[in-house]
């Protein structure tokens, strides 16, 4: 007989360690898509109390992923009083999720074009297109002609995925 996991457990499997060795390719869509809705509402509880005092993002982008309505408020907060720029686009996808708040598509656009590191460019760019807005694939588009090859092939790369509706 396959014994539950207790809430706490699952809590840990779906917000593991923040360390390399534990988020390094972790992705904790599939666990939190098979989620009962009983244990949806546990997890975002969870999120909510751990988020009020800690700023990891993986905890935004999960209550994200739970569709957490409540969230909304503290999760602006958040954004607020962030400073890191892939963070600041990361938490406006999210908010942009959970409201449609347009609001987000240019904060993340503006902290696209303050970040100097093209190397953060480029994991940012898959963020961006998330958004699926004729004004982020724009942006992104100036990318693929760049000397750099990596930046070249994944502006392309997060284009092909952006799904814009006609």
Do not use: W
Not at 47 to 55: G, Q, R, T
Not at 118 to 128: D, E, G, H, N, Q
Not at 132 to 157: G, P, Q, W
């Amino acid at each position: 007989m396959k014994e539950e996991k207790t809430i706490i457990e699952l809590y840990n499997e779906i917000i593991p360690p923040n360390n390399y060795e534990f988020r390094r390719d972790f992705d904790n869509t599939e666990l939190v898509n098979s989620l009962s809705e009983e244990n949806k509402t546990l997890i975002e509880n969870l999120l909510i109390k751990d988020l009020e005092n800690n700023e990891d993002i993986l905890l935004i982008e999960t209550l994200a992923k739970i569709g957490s309505k409540k969230s909304v408020e503290l999760i602006k907060k958040k954004l607020i009083n962030n400073k890191n720029l892939n963070e600041r686009i990361i938490i406006s996808y999210s908010i942009y999720f959970l409201t449609k708040d347009t609001d987000m598509i240019r904060e993340a656009y503006e902290s696209f074009l303050k970040i100097d590191d093209k190397y953060s460019k480029v994991s940012m760019f898959y963020y961006l297109a998330k958004f699926n807005v004729l004004e982020i694939k724009n942006l992104i588009s100036r990318f693929v002609e760049d000397e750099d090859f990596l930046v070249s092939y994944n502006a392309k790369r997060a284009i092909e995925t952006i799904k814009l509706d006609n």
